[in-house]
C-alpha cells in the first residue's frame, strides 16, 4: 500500500499546550520506519499550514479559538481529500479538532468515488458536542458532531461538501459522555460500544460485527484513534485521561482485525501530548499500534529494552 503521512499539530482545540509536538513525536518514534519495514510505500507531505482566520465570535461564551479550528478545518479538509486520492493518508494530531477536517475531506471523497464513509471513533469521549452545547468550550469535542452534519455549525465552520452518515459511525470505548452528547447521539443513531459493552462482549464481537457492515456496504472505513481511548496506565501522554480504557492486548487485537479486514481507507492519530510522556513511551505505542494496523504480527513484534 502506498501511504501519506500529513502533520497537523493543532493544540488550540485542547485548551491544554503540548499536543503541537504530537507529530514531531510520532516522527521521532519511527512512523516511517514502522511503515517501510512492512513493504508500504511513503510520502510525507509535511506539515499542514492553516487558511487565513477570519473573525468571528459564537452567541456561546463558553466557545474558544473558534477561528483558530475554523481555520485548521478548511486547511486540513482540503490536504485530506487530496491526500487521499491515491494513498491512504495518516493523519498526525494535534488534538482531536483535526478529525473536522480529515472527516470533511474524506468524505467528500468518498462521495466522489461513489462509495459510502464509515467511521470508527476509538476515543474514551465521542465528541459530540456542538458549538451550542460544549460547556467547556474546547473545541476538540465537536468534530464529529460537525462531520455528521449535526446544526449549529453553519456560518462558523467551513460548510460541508459531504456529511458522515450517523448511522455509520461507531464510537468504541467510550466511557466519558456528557447528558448533551448522550441525546445527540441517541437521536442522530450512532452505534456506541461503552467500556462496560467491552467487558461484557469482548472487543473482538462488537468489532466484526461494525465490520461486517462495512464490508456489506463496500464502505471506506476511516480510523480515529484518540490516545485516550487506551487505558492511562499504558498511555500518559495525554491531557483528558479517563481511567479504564483499552488495555495494550484489546488496543492491538483490533489494530489486528482492522488490518485483517482489508477496509481501513485513512486513520487519524491523535490527542498525543508528548509533555506528559514518559521518555516517549505513549508515542512508541502508538507507533507500535499503527503497524499492527498495517499488517504486523504478534510473531513480528520486537522486543525492547529501557
Given at each position: 500500500?502506498?501511504?501519506?503521512?500529513?502533520?497537523?499539530?493543532?493544540?488550540?482545540?485542547?485548551?491544554?499546550?503540548?499536543?503541537?509536538?504530537?507529530?514531531?513525536?510520532?516522527?521521532?518514534?519511527?512512523?516511517?520506519?514502522?511503515?517501510?519495514?512492512?513493504?508500504?510505500?511513503?510520502?510525507?507531505?509535511?506539515?499542514?499550514?492553516?487558511?487565513?482566520?477570519?473573525?468571528?465570535?459564537?452567541?456561546?461564551?463558553?466557545?474558544?479559538?473558534?477561528?483558530?479550528?475554523?481555520?485548521?478545518?478548511?486547511?486540513?479538509?482540503?490536504?485530506?481529500?487530496?491526500?487521499?486520492?491515491?494513498?491512504?493518508?495518516i493523519?498526525?494530531?494535534?488534538?482531536?479538532?483535526?478529525?473536522?477536517?480529515?472527516?470533511?475531506?474524506?468524505?467528500?471523497?468518498?462521495?466522489?468515488?461513489?462509495r459510502?464513509?464509515?467511521?470508527?471513533?476509538?476515543?474514551?469521549?465521542?465528541?459530540?458536542?456542538?458549538?451550542?452545547?460544549?460547556?467547556?468550550?474546547?473545541?476538540?469535542?465537536?468534530?464529529?458532531?460537525?462531520?455528521?452534519?449535526?446544526?449549529?455549525?453553519e456560518?462558523?465552520?467551513?460548510?460541508?461538501?459531504?456529511?458522515?452518515?450517523?448511522?455509520?459511525?461507531?464510537?468504541?470505548?467510550?466511557?466519558?459522555?456528557?447528558?448533551?452528547?448522550?441525546?445527540?447521539?441517541?437521536?442522530?443513531?450512532?452505534?456506541?460500544h461503552?467500556?462496560?459493552?467491552?467487558?461484557?462482549?469482548?472487543?473482538?464481537?462488537?468489532?466484526?460485527?461494525?465490520?461486517?457492515?462495512?464490508?456489506?456496504?463496500?464502505?471506506?472505513?476511516?480510523?480515529?484513534?484518540?490516545?485516550?481511548?487506551?487505558?492511562?496506565?499504558?498511555?500518559?501522554?495525554?491531557?483528558?485521561?479517563?481511567?479504564?480504557?483499552?488495555?495494550?492486548?484489546?488496543?492491538?487485537?483490533?489494530?489486528?482485525?482492522?488490518?485483517?479486514?482489508?477496509?481501513?481507507?485513512?486513520?487519524?492519530?491523535?490527542?498525543?501530548?508528548?509533555?506528559l510522556?514518559?521518555?516517549?513511551?505513549?508515542?512508541?505505542?502508538?507507533?507500535?499500534?499503527?503497524?499492527?494496523?498495517?499488517?504486523?504480527?504478534?510473531?513480528d513484534?520486537?522486543?525492547r529494552?529501557?
Amino acid at each position: 500500500m502506498h501511504c501519506t503521512i500529513v502533520g497537523a499539530p493543532i493544540q488550540a482545540g485542547s485548551g491544554r499546550m503540548g499536543c503541537e509536538m504530537g507529530p514531531s513525536a510520532l516522527r521521532t518514534a519511527g512512523l516511517a520506519g514502522a511503515l517501510t519495514e512492512l513493504g508500504h510505500t511513503l510520502t510525507d507531505l509535511g506539515t499542514i499550514v492553516p487558511a487565513d482566520m477570519r473573525p468571528v465570535v459564537h452567541g456561546n461564551a463558553a466557545v474558544k479559538a473558534l477561528p483558530e479550528i475554523a481555520a485548521w478545518t478548511a486547511a486540513i479538509s482540503e490536504t485530506a481529500y487530496a491526500a487521499s486520492a491515491d494513498a491512504m493518508p495518516i493523519f498526525l494530531g494535534g488534538d482531536h479538532s483535526i478529525s473536522a477536517g480529515t472527516l470533511a475531506g474524506i468524505a467528500r471523497r468518498a462521495a466522489t468515488a461513489g462509495r459510502p464513509l464509515f467511521v470508527l471513533w476509538l476515543d474514551a469521549h465521542p465528541d459530540f458536542h456542538t458549538l451550542d452545547t460544549t460547556t467547556s468550550g474546547n473545541l476538540h469535542g465537536v468534530p464529529l458532531a460537525y462531520a455528521s452534519g449535526q446544526p449549529g455549525f453553519e456560518g462558523y465552520f467551513p460548510r460541508l461538501a459531504a456529511q458522515v452518515d450517523p448511522a455509520r459511525i461507531c464510537a468504541l470505548g467510550i466511557r466519558s459522555v456528557d447528558l448533551a452528547e448522550r441525546e445527540a447521539l441517541r437521536r442522530a443513531g450512532v452505534t456506541v460500544h461503552d467500556m462496560r459493552s467491552i467487558d461484557e462482549h469482548g472487543i473482538a464481537q462488537l468489532l466484526r460485527a461494525f465490520l461486517e457492515r462495512v464490508s456489506a456496504a463496500n464502505g471506506m472505513l476511516h480510523v480515529s484513534l484518540d490516545v485516550d481511548f487506551l487505558d492511562p496506565s499504558i498511555a500518559p501522554a495525554v491531557g483528558t485521561t479517563v481511567p479504564g480504557g483499552a488495555t495494550f492486548r484489546e488496543a492491538h487485537l483490533a489494530m489486528e482485525m482492522l488490518h485483517d479486514s482489508g477496509l481501513v481507507t485513512s486513520l487519524d492519530l491523535v490527542e498525543l501530548n508528548p509533555f506528559l510522556d514518559e521518555r516517549g513511551r505513549t508515542a512508541t505505542l502508538l507507533v507500535d499500534l499503527t503497524a499492527s494496523l498495517m499488517g504486523r504480527r504478534i510473531m513480528d513484534r520486537p522486543t525492547r529494552g529501557f
